[in-house]
């Protein structure tokens, strides 16, 4: 067999290095959620993939509050030498999925996969998109992501937890970014409660839509009231009310289309899903599906079974970010805003800081690869950051000592209890 042609023309274009940096960057305030809380600050690790040639292609991933910088290292003996235009056999090389049964690689697989993306665009010159079929929106929509808030230890502002806290915080994300959408995160305190903060969230934004996301904390019996009780509002859909494949089977058209970022984040599961309808929005996260192109191909199997598609948010510094851009850029299908951390991040890690929202969305970007750049600075400053705090448990509570979620969750936080977080 002939040499493949890439390898002949783009012969210094194999991978040379790879870097991880971790870094953290200040929340506004802590953001409690159904199995804890982000504890003031999102901990991202970089991914830096260094071609022979001199280019450095960059991806992003989470970690749960935790480094993932050392096992991205651990993946240079399989990437050096590697052409980053072999996306699939770069798939097998890291992802087999029989291995993965021990080493379940996916999410570095997916910053990997960015780096990659990223390099080829700028080795050729094209925006991310143009290699993913081209791009049929200049800009992708967001959601306000509303969630619950403990005060932020140093200022003592930002808390978000009483009825009239939560409106006006919407309130001012909604005239500061232009959201015509927004998601409550709940599973914090007792579902009637929460469903009394979102139907005053619905009373005070008139011709927005919403959606509700407790994380799988309730059980079947909670998730009908829940359905009953938003009945009249206008969901864009109700995102993983209880936990499994059956219980949200039994929810199924009761009442508000159902979305999951649980049940269906790989491709076994998609096909459980066709053949046995249990949710009907697939929330496409381009680290839990293994890459763009993984979502991508998704939303082609969502497209052709009419599943509708939106992009989900697992936590995000510009990278991070640029990915979802590409990915919301270049399917047709997507009908709902997309959801992103980023309004809740006081600053970024890329070259001209935080990218903006103009009416309620982002511009996609339209330079070469990902479209982004580190600013080397900011990640030298959030490197440091980082070794100063360290991780924090995404799955505890910082309010809550020694309390852990049962599923489904039997006990609530207070929202009457003022006593909030210090550290
Ligand atoms: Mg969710």
Not at 35 to 55: I, K, M, P, Q, S
Request: net charge negative; charged share 20%.
């Amino acid at each position: 067999m002939s040499e493949p042609s890439t390898q002949r023309e783009f012969h210094d274009f194999t991978i040379r290095a790879v870097r991880a940096t971790t870094v953290s960057v200040p929340l506004v305030a802590p953001l409690r959620h159904a199995a804890g809380a982000h504890w003031g600050r999102f901990v991202r690790t970089l991914v830096e993939v260094e071609t022979a040639d001199g280019l450095v292609g960059l991806g992003e991933l989470g970690g749960g509050g935790e480094s993932a910088a050392a096992a991205v290292r651990d993946l240079e003996s399989y990437l050096v030498g590697h052409s980053p235009f072999d996306l699939e056999a770069l798939r097998f090389k890291i992802c087999n999925p029989t291995a993965s049964l021990y080493n379940n690689r996916t999410q570095l697989h997916a910053a990997v996969e960015f780096a990659c993306l990223d390099l080829i665009g700028l080795r050729i010159g094209v925006p991310v998109h143009d290699l993913l079929g081209g791009r049929v929106r200049d800009r992708v929509e967001f959601a306000s992501y509303l969630f619950y808030r403990y005060a932020d230890p140093a200022t003592g502002s930002g808390e978000v937890r009483t009825v009239d806290q939560l409106v006006a915080h919407a309130l001012e994300l909604r005239a500061r970014h232009g959201f015509r959408s927004h998601k409550l995160k709940g599973g914090v305190f007792e579902p009637g409660y929460e469903v009394e903060c979102y139907r005053a969230l619905a009373a005070a934004l008139p011709g927005d839509t919403f959606r509700y996301d407790p994380n799988c904390a309730l059980s079947l019996r909670q998730s009908m009231r829940v359905i009953d009780a938003i009945a009249d509002v206008d969901n864009d859909y109700l995102e993983d009310p209880t936990w499994g494949m059956g219980g949200m089977r039994a929810l199924r058209g009761k009442g508000p289309l159902l979305a999951t970022n649980t049940l269906v984040v790989n491709f076994e599961q998609l096909a459980a899903n066709v053949l046995a309808p249990a949710v009907d929005v697939i929330l496409l996260d381009t680290t839990f599906w293994g890459g763009i192109r993984a979502c991508v191909k998704a939303a082609g199997i969502c497209e052709t079974f009419q599943l509708p598609v939106a992009v989900h948010s697992s936590g995000e510094l510009g990278i991070q970010l640029a990915s979802m851009l590409h990915l919301g850029a270049v399917v047709p299908g997507l009908t709902f805003a997309a959801d992103a951390h980023y309004h809740h991040l006081t600053d970024d890690v890329i070259a001209g800081g935080k990218l903006p929202y103009t009416d309620g969305a982002i511009e996609v970007p339209c330079g070469p690869g990902l479209g982004v750049r580190l600013d080397h600075d900011k990640v030298a400053e959030y490197a440091e950051r980082y070794r100063e705090e360290g991780g924090y448990p995404y799955d505890r509570d910082p309010g809550r000592p020694g309390w852990y979620p049962l599923v489904p969750n039997t006990d609530w936080a207070d929202p009457t209890d003022e006593t909030g977080v210090s550290w």
